[in-house]
């Protein structure tokens, strides 16, 4: 490998280091921190129904967030500083709601207020840094960084099962908080490290990235090169998504009321590590391989094999067997959520990145803000401590998986 190789890739690692922070802090408070807390507050006939408002609330004007940071990243930059503000508020006031949270969560209006502070700041820092794939002109790169990006948003995840599962269960009080935040910290940093090198060092040779300068008039009325293509890559990936996103609000309490377990949050936090394990290698190696298997032909492929096991699940109450169903979604959603920010960069004009990104990252909010209500009702509806309600809960995510599949067919499809 040549040392300009050996620089784009130290660039593709550095760059994608605060999506590890970011799921890191997503699927500790979504799967264990914010069902804790909500349990703790409300009756427990009323928990998975209020577990899902909250989270459609705050995932709704947590999107906001993203959105506004990509489109006036594209607008108000400070000279070439890369989106540094906008990265630069969004981790530090997630890292200072952080380490405010365990003060303010004794109530559900504490609880609602710092979840919504971490939804639109969260999202401020990577609305932000989303739209930088999109600025990488070699379609191999992107398909790397796709690889690397899928990579680590599962190490995050696998971190925040394995060390917020011990740290929730254990005597050490509050510190499931603190280390997300130097989590956060230390990412974040990676991050804007990784940045600040490609604009000192890397302009100045050929790194096939394009030029980060204001746009000029004539390029802001550029569009995706279909923009029913692109609506329907935003709606097909809404659906998909829809079917993962609000399962793990509601995964400690399917293995607290189905499974029995009474310490479920270890159990939880072991099936996330084996997931884990399973699906970074996916990620990484179809990311990688994208672009000569084909970015559509994976994404279509990923929602139906998704669906499949998600049927199933609620019909066995063997650990090992939901390990082994639970790994196939993984690998499967792993490399969804990699390839398909590829497929969206591929279809967007360079000057209009951060607000095209921020679109697309719509069907993520989206379905984080609409799939915890819909589930979270299902689940009052069928009651919460019975196994029909989480049958009724699997089955509408298998739907949504296949929904998902046939309209991004349809895009595939799209001249």
Do not use: C
């Not at 930059?77 to 004794?106: C, D, H, M, Q, W």
């Not at 190490?155 to 254990?170: A, P, Q, V």
């Not at 974040?188 to 040779?205: D, K, Q, V, W």
């Not at 929602?303 to 067997?321: E, H, K, N, V």
Request: charged letters at 10%.
């Amino acid at each position: 490998m040549d040392s300009l190789q050996r620089v784009r890739n130290r660039f593709l690692f550095g760059y994608n280091m605060l999506y590890l922070g970011s799921n890191y802090l997503w699927i500790s408070l979504e799967s264990l921190i914010l069902p804790t807390q909500i349990g703790a507050v409300v009756d427990p006939s009323q928990v998975g129904f209020i577990l899902g408002i909250t989270a459609s609330v705050g995932n709704a004007l947590g999107m906001m967030g993203n959105l506004l940071a990509g489109i006036l990243s594209d607008r108000l930059r400070n000279g070439k500083s890369l989106r540094y503000p906008y990265i630069i508020a969004g981790v530090v006031v997630v890292i200072l709601t952080l380490i405010l949270e365990p003060f303010i969560s004794g109530s559900l209006p504490g609880i609602l207020s710092g979840y919504i502070l971490l939804q639109a700041f969260s999202n401020m820092a990577i609305g932000a840094t989303q739209p930088v794939l999109a600025e990488i002109q070699n379609k191999d790169q992107r398909g790397t960084s796709a690889g690397i990006n899928g990579l680590f948003s599962l190490m995050g995840i696998g971190l925040g099962f394995g060390l917020t599962s011990y740290l929730i269960s254990s005597p050490f009080v509050n510190y499931d908080f603190y280390a997300i935040a130097a989590g956060v910290a230390i990412t974040g940093t990676g991050t804007l490290l990784a940045l600040h090198a490609r604009r000192n060092t890397f302009l100045s040779i050929n790194m096939n990235y394009t030029s980060i300068s204001l746009p000029h008039i004539s390029s802001i009325r550029n569009f995706p090169i279909n923009l029913i293509k692109f609506g329907k890559l935003i709606a097909g990936s809404f659906f998909v998504f829809s079917g993962i996103t609000g399962l793990t609000y509601f995964e400690l309490y399917f293995f607290k009321e189905v499974l029995n377990f009474s310490n479920a949050a270890i159990y939880v936090g072991i099936a996330g590590i084996v997931v884990i394990i399973v699906s970074s290698a996916s990620a990484m190696v179809l990311g990688h391989f994208s672009t000569r298997l084909g970015r559509w032909n994976i994404i279509i492929a990923d929602a139906i094999a998704a669906s499949i096991p998600t049927f199933i699940i609620p019909y066995f109450r063997s650990f090992y067997i939901f390990l082994i169903l639970g790994s196939i979604i993984g690998a499967t959603y792993g490399t969804f959520y990699s390839v398909s920010f590829a497929v969206a960069s591929d279809l967007i004009p360079e000057n209009e990145s951060g607000k095209y990104m921020s679109y697309f990252y719509l069907s993520i909010a989206g379905a984080s803000s609409f799939s915890p209500l819909i589930y979270g009702s299902v689940l009052l509806f069928f009651g919460q401590t019975s196994s029909k309600g989480f049958t009724a809960l699997f089955t509408l995510s298998g739907i949504f998986y296949l929904i998902g599949a046939a309209i991004l067919y349809l895009a595939h499809k799209t001249k």
